[in-house]
C-alpha cells in the first residue's frame, strides 16, 4: 500500500470540505436575507354570528314562549280533568239508575234457577 494515496485522498477531502465553507459564507455575505411574508388565513365570514344583545333576546323570545307552552299545557290538562270528572259522574249516575234493575235480574235469575232445581228433583224422583 502507498501512503502517498492516502494522503491525496484525506486532503482532497479536506479541500472540498474548505470550499464548500468558503462558498457557503461567501453566500451569506452577498445576497440578501429573504424576506418571509405570511400568509393570510381565510377570513370568510361562514355564517351570521349573534352578539350577546342578540342572544340575550333570543332567550327572552324562548322564555315567553316556553311559558306560553306551560300555560297552554295546564289549560289542556285542566280541561282533560273536567272531562274525566264527567265521565266518571256519569258512570256512576248510570249504575245508580241500572242496580234496581240489576237487582230484579238478579231475583228473577234465583227464582228461576230455584224453580229448575226442583223441576229436576221432581222428574228425577217421579221418573216422568
Not at 462558498?23 to 352578539?51: C, D, M, N, S
Not at 256519569?90 to 239508575?97: A, I, K, M
Request: aromatic share 4%; proline share 5%; hydrophobic share 40%.
Amino acid at each position: 500500500m502507498d501512503m502517498p494515496d492516502v494522503g491525496v485522498a484525506v486532503s482532497s477531502g479536506a479541500i472540498g470540505s474548505i470550499v464548500t465553507a468558503l462558498v457557503a459564507w461567501w453566500r451569506t455575505r452577498t445576497t440578501q436575507p429573504r424576506k418571509i411574508e405570511p400568509t393570510p388565513l381565510p377570513t370568510e365570514q361562514v355564517g351570521p354570528f349573534v352578539t350577546c344583545g342578540e342572544c340575550k333576546q333570543h332567550r327572552a323570545a324562548i322564555g315567553k314562549r316556553i311559558d306560553t307552552i306551560e300555560t297552554t299545557s295546564r289549560a289542556i290538562l285542566n280541561k282533560l280533568d273536567e272531562i274525566d270528572n264527567r265521565a266518571e259522574k256519569r258512570s256512576v249516575d248510570l249504575h245508580r239508575r241500572l242496580d234496581p234493575i240489576v237487582e230484579k235480574v238478579a231475583a228473577s235469575s234465583a227464582k228461576v234457577e230455584m224453580m229448575e232445581a226442583a223441576y229436576k228433583a221432581a222428574t228425577i224422583g217421579g221418573k216422568k
